[in-house]
């Protein structure tokens, strides 16, 4: 890991793994250009990569500097100057004049890196993470913006965010303030993005980066279930693990825009940051705007090696939960057994049988407050339905303990039922505008977290739960998108309320965990509607999706795993045919499919066919086994059933290589295939591996799909416990034969000798 600053030619070099990120400041103003953003080069002088001739930078008073500046590639846009690609950064003076184009004044190396106040940030030590903080200025427009990149220790990604301050006497509203932008050299480059819908979230897409601009975004007030923060991109051949990638990924849950720009000379410009829709935040005189960061991750081995940087970065440098290496408790919610019908007596027999199969944590989801029977009301009031819970809170954690379970509680802090006590008292507490009725979602209003005074109340009547009562766990839920977005606080003229109200959103789960550091914290927006790396600042674990259904399920935690590590997936087994999809799926691959998150049940295990609930010790046997592994290993996707249509596999393979666990799922049968050839990649090409079945027993009589059959298991015998080098494994590969039915799985163990 090095940042160097070459003073003869006034090159940046950051440094990291095998990538390098170059920029330079040209001669005269000082424009910030970007140079080269891959694979480390040689130490040459990169200055031609800004395809600015002879000594070429135009001053001030040159009679083509528009057509320089709309060509050169920047580090800092602005905007309104001549550059007429989309901006980075922009503002707007009071007289609506908008202008502005920083140039550089000054920088500073600095070992390690910060924390950002009040927004979710990467962090490092002195050893393992180097900063590079550029000042840049707009004497005319008197602004200044500081821009941050950050590297880490062995890991090829760059953490960039900037900063805007007003240095002049008059206020100024702040349009933009993107977190990145590079224009990059993408000949024939694909963008990958990650869309959906509710059940749905973070399927692949893959386009063609065409001229103009593409783009993914949210103007939900929520990272969304619709788009993600995140744009690959894949040079031409890049595929799984051969090729250049490059990611990039906001550590942001608002409103965002993530885009190309092709321009006219073919230069690709590459943005994220947070929308400028909605945004306008006023800047006072001697005021400061920092932006979110964006992760920019760069890949010369496919996907695999994006996810991986990913991968390492969030575990070392953004989570901080003291849950993130620890096994998590397997758990049993309520909510698709019970949904809002449950009382004492119910929710302590599900634990009973719960416990008796080795569940550790009963999740009370979404009813146990206020009056809420039904999803009508009660939002906001955040004290006990004694009707349901007599003896509130500790009677129901301490029968818990008697039995021998942890509790954990669902709240939703954010939102406001009109039928509610809360908001009989405070209606100007929701999002709304005067003489306009605010749009209900799911019969809720938003909260405006933007007031502290909201905050505070809502914290109190929250703490005042946890501090009732041993609660171990936190489901925090936020159930719509924002709407209405208008606060009746005295500061109203402030704009900016949608990132205002993400801001309040995030320091109220720094509170919470402040308080409760012990606390177990899983986020959740109606399943995966927040599932985004600002969210993992605070909660090691995110409810992934509504969607239980395993085979759905592959799809969602492909996508989430491309970026996520596997142990932020909440992953629970629930009942079939599935609520969501009325799939009929082998208990045994809806086991296997949930082994690759957070491990869980949701359902009401007293209502389980017996045959199903027989295998609920096996599975959470296997977990115990495989937490670990799954949890810490390196995950590598080795076919997906979105692509291929036939099934779907992934391994993940142990820091030390020593061990790996493949997950196959054949989803739909198909007849006259002999086999497929599943190539096993991360493993030591030295070391020999004993490949054996995590479950393969065998059930000649058995339809269920739970169990192999001899034919099956024989067809799998020219390697099964035999011992094959990784390298065999990685080229050659395991034949898995196609089992009979659709759906089925099996788990294959490899153990190095
Ligand atoms: C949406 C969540 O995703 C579900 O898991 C459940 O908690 C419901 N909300 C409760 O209202």
Redesign the pocket.
């Known amino acids: 890991m090095k940042i160097g600053y070459d003073e003869k030619t006034h090159i940046f070099r950051l440094e990291s793994g095998d990538m390098t990120y170059a920029m330079f400041v040209t001669d005269g103003q000082g424009f910030l250009g970007h140079l080269y953003f891959g694979r480390t080069p040689g130490e040459d002088d990169l200055r031609y990569l800004a395809r600015v001739r002879g000594d070429g930078v135009p001053g001030a008073e040159a009679r083509d500097r528009c057509s320089f500046l709309d060509s050169f590639p920047q580090e800092i846009p602005g905007n309104g100057v001549g550059d007429l690609r989309s901006p980075a950064v922009s503002v707007t003076d009071r007289e609506g004049r908008a202008v502005l184009q920083p140039f550089y004044r000054s920088h500073r190396i600095i070992s390690g890196k910060e924390r950002l106040a009040g927004l979710p940030s990467t962090f490092g030590s002195k050893k393992d993470a180097m900063t590079l903080e550029i000042t840049m200025a707009d004497d005319a427009a008197k602004m200044t913006v500081i821009l941050r990149y950050t590297i880490f220790d062995g890991i090829p990604a760059v953490v960039r965010s900037t900063e805007v301050i007003n240095d002049g006497a008059e206020p100024v509203t702040l349009d933009r303030a993107f977190s990145c932008s590079m224009d990059m050299d993408l000949p024939d480059a694909r963008m990958l993005s990650l869309n959906g819908s509710w059940g749905r979230e973070k399927r692949k897409q893959l386009q063609p980066i065409g001229f103009g601009t593409q783009s993914v975004s949210s103007l939900r007030g929520i990272s969304s279930h619709q788009a993600h923060p995140f744009i690959g991109i894949l040079a031409e051949n890049a595929r799984q693990e051969t090729g250049e990638v490059y990611g990039v990924n906001l550590i942001y849950s608002g409103n965002f825009l993530a885009q190309t720009e092709r321009d006219q000379f073919g230069l690709v410009r590459v943005q994220a940051g947070i929308h400028p829709k909605g945004f306008a935040w006023k800047l006072a005189p001697g005021e400061h705007f920092q932006s979110p960061e964006a992760v920019i991750v760069y890949s010369s081995e496919g996907l695999t090696g994006m996810t991986h940087a990913f991968h390492k970065l969030y575990r070392g440098h953004l989570m901080r939960s003291p849950w993130l290496h620890r096994e998590r408790p397997v758990l049993i919610n309520n ?1 698709e057994a019970t949904f809002f019908d449950f009382d004492l007596e119910k929710l302590l027999t599900i634990a009973r049988r719960a416990k008796k199969e080795g569940i550790e944590l009963l999740v009370m ?2 009813g146990w407050f206020g009056r809420r029977d039904d ?1 009508n009301t009660s939002l906001g009031d955040w004290t006990v339905n004694e009707k349901k819970l007599p003896g509130g809170m500790k009677r129901l954690s301490d029968e818990l303990a008697a039995i021998g379970m942890k509790l954990g509680v ?1 709240f939703e802090p954010e939102m406001i039922s009109p039928d509610s006590d809360l908001y009989r008292a405070h209606p100007d507490w929701a999002f709304s505008v005067d003489g306009r009725t605010p749009c209900r979602a799911r019969n809720q209003l938003v909260l405006d977290l933007t007031r502290k005074e909201v905050r505070d109340a809502i914290f109190d009547q929250i703490a005042a739960v946890l501090d009732s009562a041993d609660i171990a766990y936190v ?1 925090w ?1 936020m ?1 719509r998108p924002l709407t209405d977005v208008a606060t009746h606080a005295a500061d109203a003229q402030a704009g900016g309320l949608f990132h205002r109200f993400i801001l309040g959103t995030y320091e109220l789960q720094e509170r919470l965990i402040t308080r409760y550091p012990e606390l177990l914290l899983e986020n ?1 927006s ?2 995966g509607g927040r599932f985004d790396p600002g969210m993992l600042f605070y909660s090691p674990q995110i ?1 992934t999706s ?1 969607n239980t259904d395993a085979i759905d399920r592959l799809t969602i935690q492909e996508g989430t795993s491309m970026l996520y590590p596997l142990s932020t997936m909440g992953a629970h087994i629930s009942v079939s045919p599935s609520q969501a999809v009325g799939r009929l799926v082998p208990m045994m691959t809806r086991g296997h499919v949930a082994l690759a998150g957070t491990f869980g049940y949701e359902l009401d295990i007293n209502e389980l066919p017996e045959a199903d609930a027989a295998l609920i010790p096996a599975q959470i046997v296997l977990y115990h086994r495989f937490g670990e592994l799954m949890r810490e290993g390196d995950y590598y996707r080795i076919a997906s059933w979105q692509d291929n249509h036939v099934c779907d596999c992934y391994c993940v393979v142990s820091g030390d290589k020593s061990r790996a666990l493949v997950t196959w799922v054949q989803v739909l049968c198909e007849p006259n295939v002999h086999c497929m050839r599943m190539r096993i990649p991360g493993l030591d090409p030295d070391r020999r591996y004993r490949i054996t079945i995590a479950s393969p027993e065998v059930r000649e009589d058995d339809h269920t799909g739970n169990f192999l059959h001899e034919g099956e298991l024989s067809s799998m015998r020219g390697f099964l416990n035999a011992t094959l080098t990784g390298c065999t494994l990685a080229g050659a590969g395991l034949l898995m034969p196609m089992l009979r039915g659709d759906f089925r799985s099996v788990l294959i163990e490899l153990q190095a000798e």
């Open positions: 909510w989801d979404d999803d669902w489901k839920d159930n959740c109606s399943g409810w509504d």
